[in-house]
T-cell receptor, first 113, second 113 residues
Framework: EPEVTQTPSHQVTQMGQEVILRCVPI?????FYWYRQILGQKVEFLVSFYNNEISEKSEIFDDQFSVERPDGSNFTLKIRSTKLEDSAMYFC???????????FGPGTRLLVL | KQEVTQIPAALSVPEGENLVLNCSFT??????LQWFRQDPGKGLTSLLLIQSSQREQTSGRLNASLDKSSGRSTLYIAASQPGDSATYLCAVSRGHNTDKLIFGTGTRLQVFP
C-alpha cells in the first residue's frame, strides 16, 4: 500500500541553524501538508500546498518557514533559523483531492538545543 | 474558532469490550471528519473519513458516526484487542477553500489482556 515517507526520522540541531525536513508524498496525490505536534499537545496545521504554491498557512508558519516541491516527488519544509520552541514532531501529509482523506507520514522528531 | 474536544482523555479496558470514543466540535459547519490512530512516537494512521453528508462509516471492527447538527462524532470499536492500544484522534475540516485539519486532544486507549 502506498505511504508517505519522511526523512530524517530524528534531527538534533543548534538554535539558529537551518533545517530541512523531507517528505515523499503518495505518488498520485496532488495536495500536500505539513503539521506539527509539540510534545503533549494537539497536532497543529502549518501549511497546505497545491499546484506549486501555498494554499493556506497558519499563524505559526512565519517568515522562518518555507516549503518547496523541488522535483516531482519530494516536498520539503525548511526552517531558516531554528528556535527552541520549534522542537516538535513534524508530520507531512498528502491527499488525492482537496477535502479527501489525508494520509500522514511517520514524522520527523526535531530537537532544537 | 473551531474547537475539537475528545472525551474521555484516557480509557483502560479489558480485552473483548466494546468501546465508544467521543469527539465534539463547536462549529457544525464542517466538510468532513477523519479519525486517526497514533501509536507512541509514531505517525498518524487514517482509520475512517466521514463526509458531512454521511451519517456513518464502517471499517472492520470500527464504526464512526457523525451528527453534524449537534457537533458530535463517535468511534465505536467492537471486541477490543490489546493491539488496539493507541491514541485515537479526531480531526475536522471546514471545506470552503480550506482543507486544513483541526485536531482534538485525543483519547489514549489501553486494552489489557
Amino acid at each position: 500500500e502506498p505511504e508517505v515517507t519522511q526523512t530524517p526520522s530524528h534531527q538534533v540541531t543548534q538554535m539558529g541553524q537551518e533545517v530541512i525536513l523531507r517528505c515523499v508524498p503518495i505518488s498520485n496525490h496532488l495536495y500536500f501538508y505539513w503539521y506539527r505536534q509539540i510534545l503533549g499537545q494537539k497536532v497543529e496545521f502549518l501549511v497546505s500546498f497545491y499546484n506549486n504554491e501555498i494554499s493556506e498557512k497558519s499563524e505559526i508558519f512565519d517568515d522562518q518557514f518555507s516549503v518547496e516541491r523541488p522535483d516531482g516527488s519530494n516536498f520539503t519544509l525548511k526552517i531558516r533559523s531554528t528556535k527552541l520552541e520549534d522542537s516538535a514532531m513534524y508530520f507531512c501529509a498528502s491527499s488525492a483531492e482537496t477535502s479527501q482523506a489525508q494520509y500522514f507520514g511517520p514524522g520527523t522528531r526535531l530537537l532544537v538545543l | 474558532k473551531q474547537e475539537v474536544t475528545q472525551i474521555p482523555a484516557a480509557l483502560s479496558v479489558p480485552e473483548g469490550e466494546n468501546l465508544v470514543l467521543n469527539c465534539s466540535f463547536t462549529d457544525s459547519a464542517i466538510y468532513n471528519l477523519q479519525w486517526f490512530r497514533q501509536d507512541p512516537g509514531k505517525g498518524l494512521t487514517s482509520l475512517l473519513l466521514i463526509q458531512s453528508s454521511q451519517r456513518e462509516q464502517t471499517s472492520g471492527r470500527l464504526n464512526a458516526s457523525l451528527d453534524k447538527s449537534s457537533g458530535r462524532s463517535t468511534l465505536y470499536i467492537a471486541a477490543s484487542q490489546p493491539g488496539d492500544s493507541a491514541t485515537y484522534l479526531c480531526a475536522v475540516s471546514r471545506g470552503h477553500n480550506t482543507d486544513k485539519l483541526i485536531f482534538g486532544t485525543g483519547t489514549r486507549l489501553q486494552v489489557f489482556p
